[in-house]
C-alpha cells in the first residue's frame, strides 16, 4: 500500500514510450498514403506505404511494429482519411485494394521478427541480406493479401490478379527497399 509520499506507477515508462513510437508510426503510415503516384500499369496508386510498413517493423520491432498499423487501420475503419486516396471506413478494408490494407501489420511483423532475430526488440543494425531478405519477405506476404483480395472482390483470376496487384509494383518496392536501407544506415533516427 503507498502512503502519501510514494507514488504508485500505473504504466511503465517503456510501455508509454512504446506506445507514442507506435502512435508515430502510425501517424507515418496514414501520411504515406496521401504520397502517392500513378501507376502506368495499373489503376492502383503507388504510395509510400510500404516504406512505412518496412520501418515500422525495423525501428520498433514485431510486436509495436504490427501494433502501430494495426492503429492506423482503426484510425480509417472508424472515419479517420488516412487510407489512399484520403478514403476511410470499413469499406475500404474489404474493397479491391483491402487485402493489402490486412497485410500491413503482418508485414510489419515479419519484417520485425527477421530484424531482431525473433519477439523482442534487439539492434536493427543488422547485415544488409538480412535487412532486404526481410523486406523481400513482407513484401511477398503483401502481394498474397493484395492478390487474393483483389481476386475476390473484383471476380478476376489470380494470374491477372498478381499482374495487375503485385506485379506491376515491384520496381516501386526495389526503390523502396533501398531508401530503407538509407534511412535504417543513415543513423539519423535511433530508438532507444
Excluded at 504520397?35 to 510500404?50: L, R
Excluded at 510498413?53 to 492503429?71: D, K, N, Q, R
Excluded at 478476376?156 to 526503390?175: D, H, M, N
Amino acid at each position: 500500500m503507498a502512503t502519501e509520499h510514494e507514488s504508485v506507477e500505473l504504466v511503465g515508462d517503456e510501455i508509454v514510450a512504446n506506445v507514442a513510437r507506435a502512435a508515430l508510426f502510425a501517424a507515418l503510415m496514414g501520411a504515406g498514403a496521401y504520397v502517392s503516384f500513378p501507376n502506368p500499369i495499373s489503376p492502383i496508386p503507388v504510395t509510400m506505404q510500404m516504406l512505412v510498413v518496412f520501418l515500422a517493423g525495423i525501428f520498433l520491432g514485431p510486436v509495436w511494429g504490427g501494433t502501430s498499423i494495426v492503429l492506423y487501420l482503426a484510425a480509417g475503419a472508424i472515419g479517420a482519411p488516412v487510407f489512399a486516396g484520403g478514403s476511410a471506413g470499413f469499406g475500404a478494408l474489404v474493397g479491391p485494394t483491402g487485402g493489402f490494407l490486412w497485410s500491413f501489420p503482418v508485414a510489419a511483423f515479419i519484417t520485425g521478427v527477421i530484424v531482431h532475430g525473433g519477439f523482442a526488440l534487439r539492434d536493427y543494425r543488422v547485415g544488409t541480406v538480412r535487412l532486404v531478405g526481410a523486406m523481400v519477405a513482407a513484401t511477398a506476404i503483401v502481394y498474397a493479401f493484395g492478390t487474393v483480395g483483389y481476386t475476390v472482390v473484383q471476380g478476376v483470376g489470380l494470374v491477372t490478379s498478381f499482374w495487375t496487384v503485385a506485379a506491376a509494383f515491384i520496381p516501386a518496392e526495389a526503390f523502396k527497399i533501398a531508401a530503407a536501407i538509407g534511412i535504417v544506415r543513415s543513423d539519423a533516427i535511433a530508438a532507444n
